[in-house]
């Protein structure tokens, strides 16, 4: 059975940092592409950073470019989400996903629909 599980989600001022984990099971991510997605009540699922399943091609949503980092640890089979200078607007629930690597285009590995199984989602509170 495969799960994914997000942690690290809290509370934090505007401009401070948090980073998230998504440990799998069940799963080798090694051999998946990972992604990281957000969402706020009732709005679509966002694409915030996707890494492909060697780590050779990283993508970003503009809005977060040079604030977020996304890592993948093979080793112990997690995938992280490195946020930094948080804004209010971020707050919300951050999901982990993985996607089965028949592409590696930012395209393809933007795209909600196009990943397998989900987390729970791990909430992130910016304090202005």
């Known amino acids: 059975q495969v799960q994914l599980v997000e942690s690290g989600g809290g509370l934090v001022q505007a401009g401070g940092s948090l980073r998230l984990s998504c440990a799998a099971s069940?799963?080798?991510?090694?051999?998946?592409?990972m992604g990281w997605f957000r969402q706020a009540p009732g709005t679509e699922r966002e694409f915030v950073a996707a890494?492909?399943?060697?780590?050779?091609?990283?993508y970003y949503a503009d809005s977060v470019k040079g604030l977020f980092t996304i890592s993948k640890d093979n080793a112990n089979n997690t995938v992280s989400l490195q946020m930094s200078s948080l804004k209010p607007e971020d707050t919300v629930v951050y999901y982990c996903?993985?996607?089965?690597?028949?592409?590696?285009?930012?395209?393809?590995?933007?795209?909600?629909?196009?990943?397998?199984?989900w987390g729970q989602g791990t909430t992130v509170t910016v304090s202005s």
């Open positions: 069940g799963r080798t991510i090694s051999t998946y592409n």
């Open positions: 890494i492909s399943w060697s780590g050779g091609n990283i």
């Open positions: 996903a993985d996607q089965r690597t028949v592409g590696i285009s930012r395209g393809f590995m933007s795209t909600a629909g196009a990943y397998g199984y």
